[in-house]
């Protein structure tokens, strides 16, 4: 089965809902195979977010997502990259169906909630950035 890397973002952490998303991860037929809690620093969110350096909201991305402690997770299922993506929603909650997990947790484009891999390399690159071999299980 095919893995995917999660992240409760700052926002969700803070509205006490991680055990109604892990419910929902749950309900979609996930399993949770890898999971910690961690306040990131600057240097860890910019690392993580590399792609979107120099573009416009890069800098309000870092000050949100050290704003407070994420917690971060692999969940593996079949097609998981995708049918995760599909669990979340739009990335701008404006657009997220209803039913989505950014429809019913996100604030604004910035505050979304929950991040999730969007391709299979991403996948694997994300994962090793937070998690070592003896924490994937
Ligand atoms: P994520 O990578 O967090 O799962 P995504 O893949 O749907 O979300 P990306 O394009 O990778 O979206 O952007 C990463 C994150 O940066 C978004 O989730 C959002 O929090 C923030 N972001 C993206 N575009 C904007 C924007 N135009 N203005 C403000 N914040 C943005
Ligand atoms: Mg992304």
Request: no cysteine; net charge negative.
């Amino acid at each position: 089965a095919e893995r995917t890397l999660s992240i409760l973002k700052p926002n969700a952490v803070a509205k006490n809902v991680i055990g109604s998303i892990y419910a929902r991860f749950e309900n979609a037929g996930f399993t949770i195979v890898g999971a910690k809690m961690l306040h990131l620093t600057r240097e860890q969110a910019a690392g993580f977010y590399a792609e979107h350096d120099g573009k416009p909201f890069f800098n309000g991305l870092l000050d949100f997502m050290t704003s407070g402690p994420v917690v971060v997770q692999v969940l593996e299922g079949e097609n998981a990259v995708q049918r995760y993506r599909d669990l979340m929603g739009a990335t701008n909650p404006a657009n997220a169906l209803a039913g989505t997990l950014r429809a019913d947790y996100a604030d604004s484009l910035t505050e979304n909630a929950v991040h999730g891999s969007d391709s299979a390399a991403s996948a694997a690159r994300e994962i090793a950035y937070f998690f070592s071999e003896g924490e994937v299980h």
